[in-house]
């Protein structure tokens, strides 16, 4: 067997025995690429792996993430960058379980013909239980969501890293949560905090403000 479908093979059974742990708690047992997506009534919260592949090896770490489709689907729509199949699977929240619980980046090293992927499985699937399902709990609630991305706080930053995604997304969850009055407000909120901090991120804002206010019928 090559060392490339040693690693491969590697890669599966670390993700089938994933799968099986995850799905004692709901989860489907077979992942889509690296994540395994559960369904909800606001539309899904899931678990993916972020891998870097080496010759001989690759390293993972665990993600979660909530999705709002009502969210998504108003920032989707003025999104002219990803087709249709991936806009279904963009999320609103997020973070790496190891920065959350310590401050830092947990990662499992995977190595051809030394590591056990039952025993990292079991592992990763431990802290997604720890950590992961009380966030879930917590951050399935728009008002939790919209309370982190309102706030200019650097620290909200370990939810998702792009500040402009933030942007975007507060103005969106205050249109689904308070209406045309409170995504004006929020638009007003952001756009002074991206004149104070970065040109460019204040250009793409109002590009995205324009469609957003034309499409849910705000100009």
């Known amino acids: 067997m090559t060392k490339n479908r040693e690693l491969w093979k590697k ?21 889509s690429g690296y994540s395994f997506r559960k369904k909800t009534a606001f539309g899904n919260v899931a678990v993916h792996l972020n891998v870097a592949q080496y010759e001989t090896e690759f390293h993972a770490a665990v993600h979660v993430s909530v999705r709002f489709d009502a969210v998504e689907d108003l920032i989707n729509a003025c999104n002219e960058l990803l087709t249709p199949a991936e806009k279904k699977k963009t999320a609103t929240f997020g973070c790496e379980l190891g920065n959350l619980r310590d401050g830092r980046r947990r990662e499992w090293r995977v190595v051809v013909g030394r590591s056990d992927p039952e025993k990292i499985a079991k592992e990763m699937a431990e802290l997604v239980f720890e950590i992961g399902v009380p966030y879930f709990e917590r951050y399935s609630s728009l008002e939790e969501v919209y309370a982190v991305f309102s706030s200019d706080d650097v620290d909200a930053g370990i939810h998702v890293a792009p500040p402009l995604w933030r942007g975007e997304r507060a103005v969106a969850l205050g249109f689904v949560i308070g209406g045309a009055a409170e995504a004006r407000r929020m638009i007003e909120a952001k756009r002074k905090y991206f004149g104070g901090q970065n040109p460019r991120h204040a250009r793409l804002f109002e590009k995205f403000v324009t469609c957003f206010e034309k499409q849910v019928g705000m100009e």
């Not at 890669?11 to 709901?26: P, V």
């Open 11 to 31: 890669k599966t059974d670390l993700l089938n025995a994933l799968g099986k742990c995850l799905s004692t708690r709901g989860f489907p047992a077979r992942p």
